[in-house]
């Protein structure tokens, strides 16, 4: 059974502090592995991986793949609290199946 | 950009009715949309695969007779919440791929249904 795992589901920092989210999987047939936001309302996409090792950056985010190790790892730098929502990761197994969606990780940053 | 839409955003109904939820992507055509179901401080949960022009795939544990779905064109789906129940109270999101399978799937706003 595919399973997405996100850790950790909770954490509190500080504006201008730096937090790493980890989203470590099982899958058939690995696709790809998505990031997405999500607020008061729907999720907002943020980085779509396929390759293991490549960097996809925008702003302040910015998000790598480790396909052997089964894991994905989103970055956000000098924090702001418009950052505060949950992170969730979702993966892709067999072609053109559903994602799976991971728990998510609350973020929180306070001013 | 892709988009997609929801409507409505917020509906009350009493228990024993039946709601119909509209999920468009407006600026793509999409052959498959997703509906999930979310809880408060919960992730999402996959109700099913709606496929235009045939029917739906439903997940394990999702009632197809409660939950109505409907895939009329390359750019609608309908979620129809039959006999509705307290219990059917959720944030109920509607999502397509964006270019196809393989590609990243663009969500609706959300609907919040309160059932009284």
């Known amino acids: 059974e595919d399973k997405v795992v996100q850790s950790p589901l909770s954490l509190v920092v500080h504006e201008g502090d730096t937090v790493t989210l980890n989203c470590s999987y099982e899958v058939t047939n690995f696709r790809s592995l998505l990031w997405y936001k999500q607020e008061k309302k729907a999720p907002t996409f943020l980085f779509m991986l396929t390759s293991s090792g490549i960097e996809k950056k925008s702003g302040r985010l910015s998000s790598i793949l480790d396909k052997k190790e089964l894991f994905s790892i989103l970055n956000i730098t000098a924090t702001q609290t418009g950052d505060s929502a949950i992170y969730l990761c979702?993966?892709?197994?067999?072609?053109?199946?559903?994602?799976?969606f991971g728990p998510g990780t609350r973020l929180s940053v306070l001013p | 950009g892709a988009v997609v839409s929801q409507h409505p955003s917020r509906v009350i109904c009493k228990s024993g009715t039946s709601v119909k939820i509209e999920c468009r992507s407006l600026?793509?055509?999409?052959?498959?949309m997703f509906w999930y179901r979310q809880f408060p401080k919960q992730s999402l949960m996959l109700m099913a695969t709606?496929?235009?022009?045939?029917?739906?795939?439903?997940e394990q544990g999702v009632e197809k007779d409660k939950f109505l779905i409907n895939h009329a064109s390359l750019t609608l789906s309908t979620l129809t919440v039959t006999s509705a129940h307290p219990e059917d109270s959720s944030f109920y999101i509607c999502?397509?791929?964006?270019?196809?399978?393989?590609?990243?799937?663009?969500f609706g706003p959300g609907t919040r249904l309160t059932v009284t």
């Open positions: 709606s496929n235009e022009g045939s029917k739906a795939t439903y």
């Open positions: 600026d793509f055509q999409a052959t498959t």
């Open positions: 999502s397509a791929n964006y270019r196809g399978p393989g590609y990243e799937q663009y």
């Open positions: 979702a993966v892709r197994g067999n072609y053109g199946q559903n994602f799976v």
